[in-house]
């Protein structure tokens, strides 16, 4: 007869726990349940001689339930976005004007020739292995590593912990919106977008 009553108790306790907590975690449930989505205006700007960014509010209820947070840069003529990385998955979408950009792997080397530099280094040097199937552009586009043309339309996707710089060698202006995916498993440190600046001082874009 005690161990019954022993079990019941343990039983009520087990299910007004589990009722608890359902109840607890209904609220949050709830809350990421929209009638409808609004129109949201960045909040953050950031100006410099080369061109703004514009940061949209990490912390608004309709980003934290999807997971992600939005950016959008503005660059201009002969400008440069300096190197850096985030904690979480990017892509970014070229609204507006074309460049060049480039993906920093960590361990990679670094290269850029131009087809009549790369020849005069070759002169000297024993010609390179051709496999079967290769032609001469592939052999070009070979010797181009990691940096990239990108043009109005493009989507670029940066992995996590991977360096990303872009330039603009257009008279047009170059808009590209990121779009940073926090939820995304390689995240190891918060829901907060961080970037990591290679160069010069930093300046917290998401406020």
């Not at 087990?14 to 909040?43: H, K, M, T």
């Not at 070759?122 to 292995?129: F, G, L, N, T, V």
């Not at 670029?156 to 257009?170: C, E, K, L, Q, R």
């Amino acid at each position: 007869m005690g161990k019954l009553l022993a079990l019941s108790v343990c039983f009520c306790f087990l299910v007004l726990g589990a009722s608890s907590i359902s109840f607890r975690q209904q609220p949050e449930e709830n809350a990421c349940q929209f009638q409808r989505l609004n129109a949201q205006r960045p909040d953050n700007l950031i100006e410099s001689e080369g061109g703004y960014i514009e940061t949209w509010n990490p912390n608004n209820q309709e980003f934290e339930c999807a997971g992600v947070t939005l950016s959008r840069l503005v660059l201009r003529r002969n400008a440069l976005r300096r190197p850096f990385y985030s904690n979480a998955p990017q892509e970014i979408f070229i609204q507006q004007g074309r460049g060049y950009f480039g993906l920093i792997f960590p361990g990679c080397p670094i290269t850029y020739e131009e087809p009549a530099q790369r020849g005069r280094r070759h002169q000297s040097q024993r010609p390179p292995r051709r496999f079967q199937g290769q032609d001469q552009s592939q052999q070009q586009q070979d010797s181009h590593q990691k940096v990239h043309r990108f043009y109005e339309g493009d989507l670029i996707a940066v992995p996590t912990g991977v360096a990303f710089w872009m330039y603009n060698d257009h008279d047009t202006d170059v808009v590209a919106v990121s779009l940073t995916d926090t939820n995304n498993n390689d995240n190891q440190l918060d829901q907060f977008p961080i970037r990591f600046n290679l160069a010069g001082n930093h300046e917290q874009e998401f406020l």
